[in-house]
């Protein structure tokens, strides 16, 4: 009789001999693997959330400069040379920090247009200009909310600065290009009513609009702005810093109040941000780490078991005829099939789950997670099959032949 031939039909028989304890065993293991895929698809989902929201969202990561103190204890406009302040303190302390600086200009007044509308101005220094929205803001282009004329001719005051004060008396018209591109969450509305009459422009088209409306250079007029300001406005509205690096945004943003200057950042209004989320992380994946293990172990030890059990049909089979690597095979056979059918359906919750809950990458984090999954179930088969299995057919026929109290 070819033996061999006959293993999967002994194999059906066996298996018709298992407990309710190791199908009950193998059902709470189906469970906790659902349990942990489940876990899983949903840290992946608050992840990409968090990641949409906080660490991959421009405005986390931008600071906003908008008084200083100097030497009165009540805030100031900023001046132009707090820039290389500024600059000079990160680079002083965060030397090997990636980042970037950027300015936020004004006109205290509205301009209007040849057709009577009144528009806010705006200007943005170029490395700025990116967060904004689709914008560009190249000399003589602007960009806003509001449906206006693709060419925007604003009608400038030509100011004369006096002893006295100021005054106007000529107009002198500045035609520019005008689109549609600011986006609503923008950073430069973050802290402040944006008006739908703001009009952004780039840092280039602000100083000529100054020059014309001054009637002077633009060197002279940071210099003068700097010193005592005869002009009238608050020319530089706010400095930016943005910090590539999230978990340095705090630190810096602490530098610079500690330098006297106030700032607004997402984070001021959450207690250390960044340990919060990395202790959410380590707690997530240490409670999962302990089911599955837990659960890995009543497995295991339920497979040894039923196995312990099966000694006695062991030793019938080594007494007619099989020897230990076909015993082998028919008791793998079995605990294989369970463990695939386990990974097939198992792969087919994961996938219909991650299409529902996951909306970003989702064929890269189900991928991963089903290959983790596979990856747990086939160490454990192969603990069971290669370890457990293997010192039971090793056995003598006696000692597998001796009833076992416990199980009989």
Request: hydrophobic share 40%; proline share 2%; charged share 20%.
């Given at each position: 009789m070819n033996?061999?031939?006959n293993t999967p039909v002994?194999?059906?028989?066996?298996?018709?001999?298992?407990?309710?304890?190791?199908?009950?065993s193998i059902l709470l293991f189906i469970f906790s693997l659902v349990l942990i895929a489940s876990s899983a698809v949903y840290f992946i989902n608050q992840y990409l959330q968090v990641d949409k929201d906080f660490l991959s969202n421009d405005n986390t990561h931008i600071i906003e400069i908008t008084t200083s103190q100097g030497n009165a204890m009540h805030a100031q406009p900023l001046k132009y040379e707090d820039e290389t302040t500024i600059r000079e303190e990160i680079e002083k302390k965060y030397p090997d920090t990636s980042y970037k600086v950027f300015k936020e200009y004004q006109f205290n007044f509205g301009i209007q247009d040849a057709k009577g509308g009144t528009h806010f101005i705006y200007g943005l220094d170029e490395a700025g200009g990116e967060f904004l929205g689709s914008c560009d803001l190249e000399i003589r282009k602007a960009c806003g909310k509001m449906e206006l004329d693709q060419v925007l001719t604003l009608k400038l005051p030509i100011v004369k600065v006096h002893e006295d004060g100021l005054s106007s008396s000529e107009i002198v018209d500045y035609p520019m290009y005008y689109q549609l591109g600011v986006s609503d969450k923008n950073p430069f509305s973050?802290?402040?009513?944006?008006?739908?009459?703001?009009?952004y422009i780039g840092s280039k088209t602000y100083k000529e609009m100054i020059e014309k409306t001054y009637v002077i250079q633009w060197d002279q007029f940071v210099k003068e702005y700097d010193s005592h300001n005869p002009f009238g406005i608050q020319s530089l509205r706010k400095i930016y810093v943005y910090v590539d690096a999230l978990s340095q945004v705090e630190g810096i943003a602490e530098l610079v109040n500690d330098e006297g200057y106030n700032t607004n950042y997402t984070f001021k209004a959450f207690d250390n941000f960044d340990v919060s989320m990395k202790n959410t992380l380590v707690l997530s994946l240490t409670l999962g780490f302990l089911i599955l293990m837990i659960t890995a172990a009543h497995v295991i030890l339920s497979f040894n078991s039923y196995l312990k059990v099966q000694q006695k049909d062991m030793g019938i089979l080594k007494q007619l005829g099989y020897n230990p690597t076909t015993i082998n095979q028919i008791y793998s056979r079995n605990i294989n099939a369970i463990f695939f059918f386990t990974a097939v359906g198992i792969t087919l919750y994961i996938v219909v789950v991650s299409a529902i809950f996951i909306g970003e990458n989702v064929y890269l984090f189900t991928f991963s997670i089903i290959v983790l999954v596979i990856l747990i179930l086939l160490a454990i088969n192969r603990i069971i099959v290669l370890w457990i299995l293997r010192q039971y057919s090793?056995?003598?026929i006696l000692t597998l032949l001796k009833i076992n109290k416990e199980f009989e």
């Amino acid at each position: 009789m070819n033996k061999a031939k006959n293993t999967p039909v002994i194999s059906r028989l066996i298996l018709k001999k298992s407990n309710s304890y190791l199908r009950i065993s193998i059902l709470l293991f189906i469970f906790s693997l659902v349990l942990i895929a489940s876990s899983a698809v949903y840290f992946i989902n608050q992840y990409l959330q968090v990641d949409k929201d906080f660490l991959s969202n421009d405005n986390t990561h931008i600071i906003e400069i908008t008084t200083s103190q100097g030497n009165a204890m009540h805030a100031q406009p900023l001046k132009y040379e707090d820039e290389t302040t500024i600059r000079e303190e990160i680079e002083k302390k965060y030397p090997d920090t990636s980042y970037k600086v950027f300015k936020e200009y004004q006109f205290n007044f509205g301009i209007q247009d040849a057709k009577g509308g009144t528009h806010f101005i705006y200007g943005l220094d170029e490395a700025g200009g990116e967060f904004l929205g689709s914008c560009d803001l190249e000399i003589r282009k602007a960009c806003g909310k509001m449906e206006l004329d693709q060419v925007l001719t604003l009608k400038l005051p030509i100011v004369k600065v006096h002893e006295d004060g100021l005054s106007s008396s000529e107009i002198v018209d500045y035609p520019m290009y005008y689109q549609l591109g600011v986006s609503d969450k923008n950073p430069f509305s973050l802290y402040n009513d944006e008006q739908l009459e703001t009009i952004y422009i780039g840092s280039k088209t602000y100083k000529e609009m100054i020059e014309k409306t001054y009637v002077i250079q633009w060197d002279q007029f940071v210099k003068e702005y700097d010193s005592h300001n005869p002009f009238g406005i608050q020319s530089l509205r706010k400095i930016y810093v943005y910090v590539d690096a999230l978990s340095q945004v705090e630190g810096i943003a602490e530098l610079v109040n500690d330098e006297g200057y106030n700032t607004n950042y997402t984070f001021k209004a959450f207690d250390n941000f960044d340990v919060s989320m990395k202790n959410t992380l380590v707690l997530s994946l240490t409670l999962g780490f302990l089911i599955l293990m837990i659960t890995a172990a009543h497995v295991i030890l339920s497979f040894n078991s039923y196995l312990k059990v099966q000694q006695k049909d062991m030793g019938i089979l080594k007494q007619l005829g099989y020897n230990p690597t076909t015993i082998n095979q028919i008791y793998s056979r079995n605990i294989n099939a369970i463990f695939f059918f386990t990974a097939v359906g198992i792969t087919l919750y994961i996938v219909v789950v991650s299409a529902i809950f996951i909306g970003e990458n989702v064929y890269l984090f189900t991928f991963s997670i089903i290959v983790l999954v596979i990856l747990i179930l086939l160490a454990i088969n192969r603990i069971i099959v290669l370890w457990i299995l293997r010192q039971y057919s090793k056995k003598n026929i006696l000692t597998l032949l001796k009833i076992n109290k416990e199980f009989e």
